[in-house]
Nanobody, 114 residues
Framework: QVQLVEAGGGLVQPGGSLRLPCAAS????????MSWYRQAPGKEREFAALILTTGSTVYADSVKGRFTISRDNAKNTVYLQMNNLKVEDTAVYYCKGTFANDYWGQGTQVTVSS
């Protein structure tokens, strides 16, 4: 059974940092591209970052230079390091694994507010 479990969300002030882990199970993690998406209140879910099995990364323009996606294949975990957070980064953050189908975690809330 495929499972993706995000954690690490919370309330942070503008300019602060958070690190979101997403623990994966039920599939061969090292062979699967992993990504992070986010959904702000009243908006559609949007792409944030992608890491391929090679370690290559892609970022949305809105997070480029502030967010870093990484993966630890030994721990079956993908991370999203978020620095210099802005109010507009407030959203539920989801990780996704893509193989055969798209598999999503349940999401973790990130709120950026003073």
């Amino acid at each position: 059974q495929v499972q993706l479990v995000e954690a690490g969300g919370g309330l942070v002030q503008p300019g602060g940092s958070l690190r979101l882990p997403c623990a994966a199970s039920g599939f061969t993690f090292s062979r699967v591209p992993m990504s992070w998406y986010r959904q702000a209140p009243g908006k559609e879910r949007e792409f944030a970052a992608l890491i391929l099995t090679t370690g290559s990364t892609v970022y949305a323009d809105s997070v480029k230079g502030r967010f870093t996606i990484s993966r630890d294949n030994a721990k079956n975990t993908v991370y999203l390091q978020m620095n210099n957070l802005k109010v507009e980064d407030t959203a539920v953050y989801y990780c996704k694994g893509t193989f055969a189908n798209d598999y999503w975690g349940q999401g973790t809330q990130v709120t950026v507010s003073s």
